[in-house]
C-alpha cells in the first residue's frame, strides 16, 4: 500500500449536485507493485480498515509498477479524478477509514498479513491528509520500508492526491498545485486541453488557451514543400519530455531524427514559451498522406 486518502477535502458544489454529499465518498487505497514479476491478486483481501476481497474484482492480476485503487465511491472518484483510473471496486459499502487514524491490513489467504499497520491524524504524522484535502503518501516503496512509523509517511504534493499515477514533483506539480487540479488529463478549464497539454504549451499565457494548440503548416527548403508542425513549448517545463510524431494512416505513429527535421531555432515568444517547427523529411506528395502530432509526457523520475 503506498497511498491512502482517509479524510477527503469537502465535495464541490457540481460533486454535490451529482449527489456525492458526503466526503467519504472520496475516500480510496492504492497500491501498487514494486516488484519485478506479475502478482495475482486472487488471494489477495482488505481485512482491517475496510473489508475488500479482489477475488472476483475487475483487476485481479498487476504487472511491475503498475497501480491498483480500492475506493468507497467508484462514481465519486471518477467525477473527481476522470476516467480510466485502476480501480479493483469498491470496499463495503458499511465501511469508511477513520478521519482520526486506525490499522488497515492487507491479508493473503486466510489471513496471513502482507502489510499491517497503524496511521493517524496527529504529529508525528503528517497532518495535511486530515481533511485538507491531500493524501498520505509513502515515502519509499521499497518493501523494507516500515509503513508503522510515521517518518516514513508524507503528504501528497498535490490537491487531491494521485491515485493511479506516479507522484509529480517539479514544475509541472507546482503549477497543478497553483491551479488546485489533480490530475493532469482532466480538461484545463472550459478548454479542450488536458491540464498536461495546457501546462507545455503556456495555454495558461492566453486569453483563450485553445489558440495555444499547435498548427500544421508547409514550408519550403530549396523549391520543395514539406508538411511541418508548429507548436509552443513552456520554457520552464523541465519535467516533461516531448516529440513530434509522424504518420500515413492516423494508426501507426513514428518519431526520430530519421523522420523528422528541425526546421529553425525555438523563437522566444516573449511570454515564457518558444514557438518550435518541426518537419517531415518527406515532401508533400499528392499520392499519400502525412500527418503529424505532438507527444507530451511526463518524465519518469
Known sequence: MIEEMYHPSDPSNAEYAAGHTNDDDFEFIELRNIGMASLDLTDLRLTKGVDFDFLGSKITQLDPGEFVLVVSNLEAMEMRYGLGLPIAGEWDTKDKLNNGGERIKLSFGAGVPIQDFSYDDKTPWPTEPD?????????????STDPNVAANWKSSSVPFGTPGRDILSGPFAEWMAAQSQANPYSNFGSSSLSNLLAYSLGADFKANPDTALPSMI????????????SYRLRQEASDLTHRVEVSENLQTWQSGDALTVIVAPPFNNGDGTDTHIIRSIYPLDIKSSRFLRLHVEISPR
Open 218 to 229: 508547409v514550408v519550403e527548403n530549396k523549391g520543395i514543400s514539406y508538411p511541418a508542425l
Open 131 to 143: 481533511g485538507a484535502g491531500f493524501s498520505l503518501v509513502i515515502k519509499s516503496e521499497n518493501a
